[in-house]
């Protein structure tokens, strides 16, 4: 038998496929769930998108492609990157991942070396932790609060920055509070970082296009063109067009970075799907009329979300600015008792007790760093958020 890595120690299982592995079970034992677990539009893939790669089958392009992506990939990129930031990015500061997972992965591994530091800011995408300490690299966690939005700030910025910092995440709009970094937010954060020209910043902004408010979700480089070899852009076409099946994440910044990438992408999987890249060009080039649609329903969903959550006692929702999650302080909840007399002192006591009595599964708020909270997902028809509702107030009624 192979003997593993010692690097294997250093990586777990995603939390999230963990809650899946549970839901099925107990589907797999004739229960009803409700998934508030969803990390994923339940739409399909606009048929404009099917069709274009239908199309690249038919017209051959079915080889391997440059690693870091089709011309015609990389000019929608570049196109989209244009409207969004106003930046004119060139050809050789863009590069692909399978997903945009795969490409913040291989960032991570282009650029630590062992101990060097990135500030993940919590609460954070249950990734980033892992896929820096699987790289080499310590992951400083940097806490937030209700009060700041959930949203690092300047001063506690300059507090975690050591000579061995490399990178600072932002994920805005975040999985999984929601939050989006307004202009100034983001122009005190470049202040700290113009101090401290070790430190670059990784910008996941995947969830950019499902956004509540009536601007666009601010980019760094937009604030901060002057620091744009130090921002690495991260995006992909998962989230906006309900495509996450197809893997195509992208990524823009320094040009040694993405030929890095390329290089990285070129030893290991050589490229992207082609037929996957034929569709994410067309889904970035196409018109926002699918966008424009799903957003709307989203809001709605988000609506009946917070405000079901929110007439519970004991809950405690964050109206999401962006992305498709209701982050919820359940805090007031630890101590109860459930019913067959089990003392709450955790958030896992709390996911149990909701899935034994209502069959409703939530992502626990210590996945994401920040105990005291779940996450649910509102990715999910109005009738499944309405059922989940009513049995997350069921099962809170049990708990003396
Ligand atoms: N970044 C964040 C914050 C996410 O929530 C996700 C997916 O859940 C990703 C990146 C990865 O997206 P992709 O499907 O493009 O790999």
Request: include cysteine.
């Amino acid at each position: 038998m192979p003997v593993l890595a010692e690097r294997m120690s250093r990586v777990k299982e995603s939390p999230s496929s963990r809650v899946a592995d549970r839901v099925r079970a107990f589907q797999e034992a004739g229960r009803e769930v409700l998934p508030l677990t969803i990390g994923e539009p339940d739409f399909d893939t606009p048929d404009h998108v099917k069709d274009a790669a239908i199309a690249a089958i038919h017209a051959g392009e079915t080889k391997y492609t440059s690693a870091n992506g089709t011309p015609a990939l990389r000019t929608a990129i570049i196109s989209r990157l244009r409207r969004k930031t106003g930046q004119s990015y060139g050809t050789e500061e863009i590069c692909l991942g399978g997903g945009a997972k795969q490409l913040i992965f291989l960032v991570f591994m282009a650029t630590l070396d062992e101990g060097d530091e990135v500030i993940v800011p919590a609460p954070y995408w249950v990734s980033y932790p892992d896929m820096v300490t699987v790289n080499g690299g310590r992951p400083v966690i940097v806490g937030t609060t209700a009060a700041e939005g959930y949203k690092l700030t300047p001063g506690r910025l300059r507090e975690a920055i050591t000579d061995r910092t490399k990178w600072v995440v932002l994920n805005t709009p975040n999985n999984p509070t929601g939050a989006v970094y307004g202009e100034e937010e983001l122009r005190g954060l470049a202040d700290v970082l113009r101090a401290h020209p070790h430190v670059s910043v990784l910008c996941d902004e995947i969830y950019d296009e499902i956004n509540f408010g009536a601007r666009p979700v601010p980019s760094a480089v937009t604030v901060a063109p002057d620091l744009r070899e130090r921002v690495f852009l991260v995006n992909g076409v998962s989230k906006a067009y309900a495509m996450t099946g197809w893997r195509i994440g992208y990524g823009a910044g320094a040009a040694s970075l993405c030929g890095a990438i390329g290089t990285l992408q070129s030893q290991s999987s050589s490229c992207p799907s082609s037929v996957s890249q034929a569709a994410a060009a067309a889904a970035l080039d196409g018109g926002r009329e699918f966008i424009d649609r799903t957003v709307r329903i989203y809001t709605e969903r988000r609506d009946l979300l917070v405000a079901g959550l929110g007439e519970i006692d004991g809950l405690r929702p964050t109206v999401p600015q962006g992305g498709f999650y209701v982050w919820t302080d359940a805090s007031a909840l630890m101590g109860a008792v459930t019913p067959s007399g089990v003392t709450l002192t955790s958030d896992a006591d709390l996911a149990e007790h909701f899935l034994e009595t209502s069959g409703v599964v939530v992502i626990t708020g210590d996945s994401y760093g920040f105990p005291g909270h779940f996450r649910a997902g509102f990715a999910l028809s109005s009738d499944t958020i309405r059922e989940a509702v009513a049995g997350l107030a069921h099962s809170v009624s049990l708990l003396r």
